[in-house]
């Protein structure tokens, strides 16, 4: 594979293997040569065997001589590759078509909710485009992004903050599990449908990246298992973590892009990241209702908005092997070596959640004993309302004490005094 371009704006020679490029005194120069071509000169790095005037193989195959830098994927390193232009995907006449309807679709869906909608948008400095923005009435602008063939991870990390520097709110949409802008931006997944049917209006149904909040107390009755003992036993404590809707108990309703459109505009369903915890991936991005995410984050104790601006992931990160530029041309060999299947990204497991060591005992009668936090978290577990909690009168621990269904006891000092 390719180690080396050559600059025809700089008159330098690059080396993809040196963590500096081979220039320390140009900084900029790795996210100069890593931008879309689309926001580019096409010219502006070359073949470094066609500089030379050595044979370059892919202009003798009648391509071109001029390139542009990706990351690789070989054996779990990220190499910087060089690759010859046009060998970048472009989009099959199938795949625009199915681009053209969904965005149509968005802008006639915002259309018929009276919301404000234009597509083929400019954002910035004109150098990106977003297929459609919708304007909710308070002034929330949301720009889609549907993209139906592989894109970058740093072209999704630098179109995303462009859209978020410049008031949109990014929401991508795939129809691949192993798309790779999942989750390194606010996204959703849809069906690979024949435009056709997207054009004459078929269910649109959101397959991955909307979620539902469920919080569930850790007790052998419990239907879900234990977020801390891997599944074995109960911890007594109470739990909260984010499913897909058709793995809530009991299952919700699918979400439709046409809710999204509407409820995205209007604030009713909001993008979240979630941070993951020590397993080298930066964490998740989703859509959840606003209740949800208020709960969450009277649950986590946060208050500020959770951050929307993507984060690149550390198996992203450029791997440099610090080795010579080898300047013969490799046009043909550039996907044998950097081809390694994408991975499924789009898995719909739980995101970790987020755990209340057991359900908080009233240790006096003064309403202060029970934080707030603790309070949301049992009144959420238990699915009755804040002022029908009380303390069992056996162990102390909040349980349904007043309204309907409402008892002294909890169920384990039930069992208790009944085995008396």
């Given amino acids: 594979m390719a180690n080396g371009v050559w600059h025809t704006r700089y008159g330098i020679e690059i080396n993809l293997s040196l963590p500096d490029l081979g220039h320390p005194d140009r900084p900029d120069l790795l996210q100069e040569i890593t931008a879309s071509v689309s926001e580019r000169d096409p010219q502006l790095l070359e073949c470094l065997a066609h500089h030379h005037k050595r044979e370059c193989l892919s202009e003798s195959g009648g391509k071109s001589p001029w390139m542009f830098i990706r990351r690789g994927r070989v054996g779990g390193r990220r190499p910087l590759v060089a690759s010859h232009l046009p060998v970048t995907h472009k989009a099959t006449p199938a795949e625009s078509a199915q681009h053209k309807a969904t965005k149509e679709r968005i802008v006639e869906t915002a259309g018929r909710y009276g919301l404000e909608a234009e597509a083929e948008v400019p954002v910035g400095n004109r150098r990106s485009i977003s297929d459609a923005v919708v304007i909710g009435p308070a002034g929330i602008r949301v720009g889609w992004e549907i993209q139906y063939h592989h894109l970058s991870p740093s072209s999704v990390h630098r179109r995303s903050a462009s859209a978020v520097e ?12 192993a798309a790779s802008l999942i989750d390194r931006a606010p996204w959703v997944r849809v069906d690979d449908m024949p435009w056709k049917e997207i054009a004459d209006g078929k269910e649109m149904v959101i397959r991955g990246g909307y979620r539902h909040l469920e919080v569930w107390k850790c007790v052998p009755s419990s239907v879900r298992h234990c977020l801390v003992s891997d599944g074995a036993g109960h911890c007594g404590g109470i739990h909260a973590d984010w499913f897909v809707p058709a793995l809530c108990l009991p299952e919700r309703k699918p979400v439709h892009i046409e809710d999204l459109v509407l409820q995205s505009a209007t604030g009713e369903s909001v993008p979240v990241y979630m941070p993951n915890r020590g397993n080298g991936r930066a964490g998740r991005h989703m859509w959840v209702s606003a209740d949800d995410r208020a709960l969450w984050q ?32 490799r046009a043909g060999e550039e996907g044998r070596f950097v081809s390694d299947s994408r991975p499924l990204r789009d898995l719909d497991q739980p995101t970790g959640g987020f755990t209340l060591p057991r359900m908080p005992v009233q240790r006096s009668r003064e309403p202060t004993s029970v934080t707030p936090v603790e309070r949301a978290a049992a009144s959420a577990a238990l699915g009755c309302p804040v002022w029908e909690l009380g303390p069992c009168a056996g162990c102390g621990q909040l349980m349904r004490r007043y309204g309907r269904n409402a008892a002294m006891y909890c169920n384990g000092c039930r069992s208790v005094l009944n085995g008396r």
């Fill in 166 to 177: 410049h008031r949109l709110t990014p929401l991508w949409v795939a129809n691949d599990r």
């Fill in 298 to 329: 009277e649950l986590i104790g946060e208050r500020t908005p959770l951050p929307t601006v993507p984060h690149e992931e550390e198996d992203d990160a450029i791997t440099f092997a610090g080795q010579e530029v080898d300047r013969d041309c």
